[in-house]
């Protein structure tokens, strides 16, 4: 059964970047078929999408986040990355990566979720 | 692109049915069969209860179900039970490869 687990430093400091990894269990992150994604969710408030990635030269962002954000893949370890940078306190949130179906480079839903991580911004 | 818009809280009591309504624009919502709802228990990973707005993924109760009509999805739970008191998200495509969740609506069972 493929499972997904989040990883990375859980306080970083404002300004800095934010880097978390999600390593796929018993899959292929290179598989066509599926699309790789994170999404986040603030303390007592609402799932955010922040971008997803279908393979090294297709991903899509959030255009509140555009400009901080970057998704790649690394597929000699199975895993793919979510880049933040300059965060701040407001980037303080539960970080989740998920699974999607390819539908032709439509993204649909999220079938498959890691089991979130928390990141705290703090000096 | 602006989230969709879900009730903050509705409530039912056992056995009963309650919809929750999820309402965008003709951008996303109404432009696209693409409406997801996630259940989400405190302290854990969203769950995925329906998806291209009325399927079932396997193993996901028949008391659930969803339908559109313009730009407002809705899930409905039917027979309501304590184990459905939690929060639930709809999420949506918004074209140009981008998606969009709601703000979630918190079910209480009186």
């Known amino acids: 059964q493929v499972q997904l687990q989040e990883s990375g430093p859980g306080l970083v400091k404002p300004s800095e970047t934010l880097s978390l990894t999600c390593t796929v269990f018993d899959g292929s992150v290179s598989s066509d078929y599926y699309y790789w994604g994170w999404i986040r969710q603030p303390p007592g408030k609402a799932l955010e999408w922040i971008g997803h990635?279908?393979?090294?030269?297709?991903?899509n962002y959030n255009s509140a986040l555009k400009s901080r954000v970057s998704i790649s893949v690394d597929t000699s370890k199975n895993q793919f990355s979510l880049k933040l940078s300059s965060v701040t306190p407001a980037d303080t949130a539960v970080y989740y990566c998920a699974r999607g179906i390819n539908a032709g480079y439509v993204p649909n839903w999220f079938a498959l979720w890691g089991q979130g991580t928390l990141v705290t911004v703090s000096a | 692109q602006s989230a969709l818009t879900q009730p903050d809280s509705v409530s039912g009591s056992p056995g009963q049915s309650i919809t929750i309504s999820c309402t965008g624009t003709s951008s996303d919502v109404g432009r696209y069969n693409l409406v997801s709802w996630y259940q989400q228990q405190p302290g854990k990973a969203p769950k995925l209860i329906l998806f291209e707005v009325n399927k079932r993924p396997s193993g996901v109760s028949n008391r659930f179900s969803g339908s559109k009509s313009g730009n407002t999805a809705s899930l409905t739970i039917s027979g309501l039970q304590d184990e459905d008191e939690t929060d639930y998200y709809c999420c949506s495509y918004g074209g140009n490869r981008n998606l969009v969740f709601g703000g979630g609506t918190t079910l209480t069972v009186l």
């Open positions: 990635m279908y393979d090294s030269e297709n991903t």
